[in-house]
């Protein structure tokens, strides 16, 4: 069975492949990939965009585990990067020295369609 996939030009080619180089996401699926981006993105990394990502690097470091001061200021982090959100809230599921699990909730709306609290589980490795 031929899978379409993208060549390096972003023109669909097809496949014998089961695996995929490049796959497109839309609609609601696209704001949990986003979400996923900005979480394991240290804030200041990317160069074209240095207000984008997360300083969660500040909590593992402080020494005092202020779990409600991370999820605030993670909720404030998505809030800003994806003005389309709403109702942002994020929960700490579990956290090690290797690994942060977030269930992160949030509302949006296309203007034709409106989805209220929405949920995406992310894990962030250190």
Request: hydrophobic share 40%; glycine share 6%; with cysteine.
């Amino acid at each position: 069975m031929a899978i379409k996939d993208f060549s390096i030009l972003f023109e669909k080619i097809n496949s014998s492949s089961t695996k995929k180089d490049i796959g497109l996401v839309s609609g609601f699926n696209a704001y949990s990939q986003y979400i996923e981006n900005v979480c394991k993105t240290q804030k200041g990394e990317l160069v074209s965009d240095i207000n984008l990502g997360s300083d969660y690097f500040s909590y593992i470091f402080d020494g005092q585990a202020n779990t409600g001061l991370l999820e605030n200021n993670m909720a404030a982090y998505i809030s800003s990067a994806i003005p389309s959100l709403t109702n942002v809230k994020v929960n700490l599921q579990y956290s090690s020295d290797k690994v942060f699990q977030f269930l992160i909730y949030f509302s949006t709306s296309d203007g034709i369609l409106k989805q209220s609290n929405v949920s995406t589980f992310i894990e962030v490795e250190l």
